[in-house]
Nanobody, 125 residues
Framework: QVQLVESGGGLVQAGGSLRLSCAAS????????MGWFRQAPGKDRIFVAA????????YYRDSEKGRFAISSDNTKNMVYLQMNSLKPEDTAVYYC?????????WGRGAGYNYWGQGTQVTVSS
């Protein structure tokens, strides 16, 4: 089992920045990659970004490239999502996830089998 706890959400004005954190515990050595997803009210959960533990390789949803940056600290089992130039449409619950499955789709949000509880991000206009 892998346990994930997100933090760092909150209310920010459009154009502002937030950094989300995800603390992983448990059988973290079994996880292959970590991802961030978000779910806006009334919409499906979507992939935002992912990072591979072994080499830091990172992938992003096209619309977030250049605005968001995912990073990890393997020594602390932490993953971060730096979000800049935030827009009202970024408002959502953001979830941290882990995948223990070695598959080709991890960089597109596929195969994630452990999830945190989520942290709310609200961007006001």
């Amino acid at each position: 089992q892998v346990q994930l706890v997100e933090s760092g959400g909150g209310l920010v004005q459009a154009g502002g920045s937030l950094r989300l954190s995800c603390a992983a515990s448990g059988r973290t050595f079994s996880s292959y990659a970590m991802g961030w997803f978000r779910q806006a009210p009334g919409k499906d959960r979507i992939f935002v970004a992912a990072i591979r533990w072994s080499d830091g390789a990172a992938y992003y949803r096209d619309s977030e490239k250049g605005r968001f940056a995912i990073s990890s600290d393997n020594t602390k089992n932490m993953v971060y999502l730096q979000m800049n130039s935030l827009k009202p449409e970024d408002t959502a619950v953001y979830y941290c996830a882990a995948t223990t499955r070695l598959g080709p789709g991890w960089g597109r949000g596929a195969g994630y089998n452990y999830w945190g509880q989520g942290t709310q991000v609200t961007v006001s206009s």
